[in-house]
Structures are given as structure tokens and as C-alpha cells.
């Protein structure tokens, strides 16, 4: 019977870019949930619960190099594994 996995605590702050200094590879190995101001968001690429925002990106526009465009939405954020 195989162990279960144990998933590490969810950081104040993680970056979804792996470039980031707040970029924590262990967590991504799960599914990792956000809720923001009591809903759902399934399109965050960065977060900060201290601070109260998400990063999310702009539809489909892009920077020079090729990165998302976000734009920082303030208020109550929470992070879980599903």
C-alpha cells in the first residue's frame, strides 16, 4: 500500500511563474484552490494573503516577452488544496 503523500503548508505569498522568487514547486505537485472575496477563481497566477490580493491575467494580452499581462485585485483572499 502506498504512503499517502504529505502536502507542505501553503505560503503567504506564491507565484504560479516558476521565475518568481515566490515560486514553490512542492505545492504545485497538488491542486491548489483560491478563493477570493467568497468565490472561486480559477485563473490566479499570483497571490498574497497578508496583503489581500490576487494577480490575475488580462484576457488574452500579452508583454514583449510573451508573458500574461495581470492586473492586482484587492480583498479577502484564501488558499487550499482541493
Partial sequence: MPEPTTRPDLPDHLSADPRSPHHIAAAFEHDVGIVFNDKERFD????????????VPVGNKVDRKGNPLTIKLKGSVSAFYK
Fill in 44 to 55: 490566479v497566477q499570483e497571490y498574497c494573503i497578508s496583503e489581500g490580493w490576487i494577480k
